[in-house]
C-alpha cells in the first residue's frame, strides 16, 4: 500500500503495521527479502533494457550476438515485442474514438436480442447456430475487430471484418433476392447492394482492400508494416487510417444488416412497429463523444500467464453494461450515458466474457486432463510465436520488395492467429491461410525467382493456389481448399467437412485431433515459415544465420525439411476428401 510522496524522493510505505518513511536502498532490501519474485523480475527488467539497445540493424544484431551469444539474439527479439505492446498501451485512447463511432448500436441490439432469450453470460455462439445466435455472433464480431484495430494488428482486423462483410453481404442478397448479372464482379455486386445505405467507402473497394491485405499486396500493405517492422509506433499513427477506416465500413455495413436482422426477428414475435422503429432511424455511426483509456488488457491475448494475472478482473468488464441491457430489455431505465461510452462498454463486455469464458475452459482442461495439463507447453508456444515472428519482421526491415512484404504479413498474420486460436475462433485459420501463401510465397522466390516474378506481376490475379503450386507445394491442395472455407461465407455443412479435413491431417491416430485440429494446422505452417525464415537468414545475413537459427524452435535444426515432407505428406494423403456439401 503506498501513497503518493515527493520529498526527498521518498515513499511511506506500511510496514509492521505502522507507517514508515523508508528510502529507495532500504525499499530495494525489504523487497529482496519477502518477494519470491523479485529476483526474476529484476533479472527481467536487465534483460529488456540491453535489448531495447540493441540497433534493429544488422550491425547490432552481429554485435549482441558476438556479445552475448543466443542470449543477446533473445533479449533484442522480446525486446522488440515488448515495445509493440507499449505503443499499443499509447495508441488505445486516439484510435478508441472510431471504434466507438461504429459500435453505437451494439447496445440496443443487446437489449433486444435478452428480450429474446439470447444471453450474453454464455460462451460465444456458433456462427452457424440459430439465427438469434447469429446475430449474436455478428455483434460480437464487430468487437473482434475492434479489439484487433486497438492492438494495431492489421492483418486481424482484415480478417474478422472481411468475413462479417462477406456473411452479411449473404444474408442481404438473400433476403432481398438479388441476383448477381452476368458479368458484374463480387467487388461491383458489393458495391451495389450497399449503396444505399451510403458507407464512407464502396462496400466493393473495401472488400477488394481486405482480401488484398490477406493475400499480401494491395493498398492496405503500410499498416502492415507500421504494425509489425515499425512496433506500432504511436508517432507514425497515421498509418493505421486506411486499416482503420476499410475495417470498420466493413463492421458497419455488417452491423446494419444485424440491425435489420433484428428487427425482422422483433416483427415476427409480433412486436410493435413503434418498440423497433427507432433502431431503423440510426445512423452508420455517430461522432464520438468519449475516449478510451489506455488500458492494454482489454486487447491482450488470453494466455495463461495473463488470466492468472488479471483475469478475473478483465472478466467483470461490462457487468454494468450487462446490467443495464436486462433494464432496457425489461422496460427499465439504465444510467444516463452517451452513446459512444456505451460503445466502448459493450466492447469491453465481449473482452471481459472472451477472458471468463478462457479461464472455465483452462480450468476444464486441467481437470480433464489431470497430470497431463501441461500449462508450460501453452507459454512454450506462445514464446516460439514470438521469437518467430519477431525475426520475420526484423527480416523485413533489412530486405526489399516482395520478400519483405511476405515476411512483414506472415509475421501480422501469425500473431493475429494465434490471439484467435487462444478463444478457440475459427477465424485463425483465415489467418493461417495467409501465413502458408506468405510462407510459399517465399519459398518461391528463394528456388525460382524468376517464375516468383511473374506470378507477382499478376497482380490480384495470383491466387494462393498458385504459390503451393509454384513452391512444389501442390500436396498442400485438401490443406488450402480447407482454410479457404474458413476464409469464405461457406455453408455450415461445408464447414463441417473442412473441418473434419483438417482433423483427419492432424490424427495420425490421435484420438484428440478433433479438438487439436486448429492448433495442429497452425503450428505445422508456423514450422514451414521458420524453415523459409531460417533459408532467408542464410541467403541474406550468412554471418548471422547461426544466431537467429538458435532461437528459431521451428528452423535451423537438422531434419527440418523432412519435418515439412512429412506434413506435405499427410495432407496429400487426404486429398480424395470431400468438402463440398452438396
Known amino acids: 500500500m503506498r501513497a503518493q510522496w515527493s520529498e526527498m524522493g521518498r515513499t511511506p510505505e506500511l510496514h509492521q503495521g505502522k507507517l514508515a518513511t523508508v528510502g529507495r536502498k532500504s525499499r530495494e532490501k525489504l523487497r529482496r527479502r519477502t518477494d519470491p ?34 542470449a543477446g539474439i533473445v533479449e533484442a527479439l522480446i525486446s522488440r515485442h515488448n515495445q509493440r505492446w507499449s505503443n499499443v498501451h499509447h495508441n488505445i485512447t486516439p484510435l478508441s474514438e472510431p471504434i466507438a463511432e461504429s459500435l453505437h448500436v451494439i447496445y440496443p441490439l443487446d437489449a433486444f436480442l435478452w428480450r429474446m432469450g439470447v444471453r450474453f453470460t454464455e460462451p460465444p455462439s456458433d456462427p452457424a447456430g440459430g439465427w438469434p445466435g447469429q446475430l449474436r455472433w455478428g455483434l460480437d464480431s464487430a468487437c473482434q475487430v475492434s479489439r484487433m484495430l486497438l ?82 509506433d504511436p508517432r507514425r499513427i497515421g498509418a493505421s487510417k486506411d486499416i482503420f477506416l476499410h475495417s470498420l465500413t466493413a463492421t458497419e455495413l455488417s452491423l446494419r444488416q444485424v440491425l435489420l436482422g433484428v428487427v425482422s426477428l422483433t416483427r415476427n414475435l409480433g412486436s410493435a412497429a413503434s418498440s423497433y ?153 483465415v489467418l493461417a491461410r495467409t501465413v502458408v501463401e506468405q510462407t510459399a510465397r517465399l519459398r518461391v522466390w528463394r528456388v525460382k525467382p524468376e517464375k516468383a516474378g511473374n506470378i507477382e506481376a499478376r497482380g490480384s490475379q495470383t491466387s494462393t493456389r498458385d504459390w503451393l503450386d509454384t513452391a512444389g ?34 490424427s495420425q491416430g490421435d484420438a484428440l485431433a478433433e479438438h487439436t485440429a486448429r492448433g495442429g494446422t497452425l503450428n505445422e505452417i508456423a514450422y514451414a515459415f521458420g524453415s523459409e525464415i531460417s533459408y532467408l537468414t542464410r541467403a541474406y545475413h550468412p554471418s548471422l544465420a547461426a544466431a537467429f537459427e538458435s532461437v528459431l524452435p521451428y528452423a535451423g535444426v537438422d531434419g527440418t525439411e523432412a519435418r515439412v515432407e512429412q506434413w506435405l505428406q499427410r495432407c496429400w494423403m487426404h486429398r480424395g476428401l470431400t468438402l463440398n456439401a452438396n
Open 277 to 429: 422503429h427507432p433502431l431503423l432511424e440510426m445512423p452508420l455511426s455517430l461522432p464520438s463523444e468519449v475516449r478510451m483509456g489506455g488500458n492494454p488488457t482489454v486487447v491482450w491475448p488470453l494466455t495463461l500467464e495473463m488470466l492468472s494475472r488479471v483475469g478475473e478482473a478483465v472478466a467483470r468488464y461490462g457487468a454494468a453494461h450487462l446490467s443495464d441491457v436486462k433494464k432496457l430489455a425489461s422496460g427499465q431505465k439504465g444510467r444516463e450515458l452517451v452513446y459512444s461510452a456505451r460503445s466502448l462498454e459493450a466492447f469491453a463486455s465481449r473482452r471481459g466474457r472472451a477472458a471468463s469464458t478462457a479461464i472455465r475452459a483452462f480450468e476444464a482442461e486441467r481437470q480433464h486432463l489431470g497430470d497431463r495439463f501441461a500449462p508450460n507447453d501453452l507459454a512454450q508456444r506462445e514464446l516460439a510465436y514470438i521469437w518467430l515472428n519477431e525475426t520475420a519482421a526484423i527480416l523485413a526491415s533489412w530486405i526489399d520488395g516482395p520478400v519483405s512484404d511476405a515476411l512483414m504479413v506472415a509475421s501480422s498474420a501469425l500473431r493475429a492467429a494465434f490471439w484467435l486460436w487462444l478463444e478457440d475462433d475459427d477465424r485463425s485459420l
Open 37 to 70: 519474485e523479485y529476483r526474476e523480475r529484476v533479472k527481467a527488467a536487465q534483460a529488456e533494457s540491453r535489448g531495447k539497445q540493441v540497433p534493429p540493424t544488422p550491425a547490432g544484431y552481429t554485435r549482441a550476438a558476438e556479445t552475448r551469444g543466443h
Open 473 to 506: 507445394w501442390r500436396r498442400l491442395s485438401i490443406l488450402n481448399r480447407s482454410l479457404g472455407e474458413f476464409s469464405h461465407a461457406s455453408l455450415p455443412a461445408t464447414l463441417a467437412n473442412a473441418r473434419a479435413a483438417l482433423s483427419a491431417i492432424q
Open 151 to 232: 492492438a494495431c494488428n492489421p492483418l486481424g482486423a482484415a480478417a474478422v471484418a472481411r468475413t462479417q462483410l462477406e456473411r452479411w453481404s449473404y444474408n442481404r442478397i438473400s433476403s432481398n433476392d438479388i441476383e448477381q448479372e452476368d458479368g458484374v464482379s463480387t467487388s461491383e455486386h458489393y458495391t451495389r447492394i450497399w449503396m444505399p445505405e451510403g458507407p464512407k467507402l464502396p462496400a466493393g473497394t473495401v472488400w477488394t482492400s481486405l482480401s488484398e491485405l490477406l493475400h499480401g499486396r494491395g493498398p492496405l500493405l503500410a499498416s502492415a508494416r507500421w504494425e509489425s517492422v515499425d512496433l506500432a
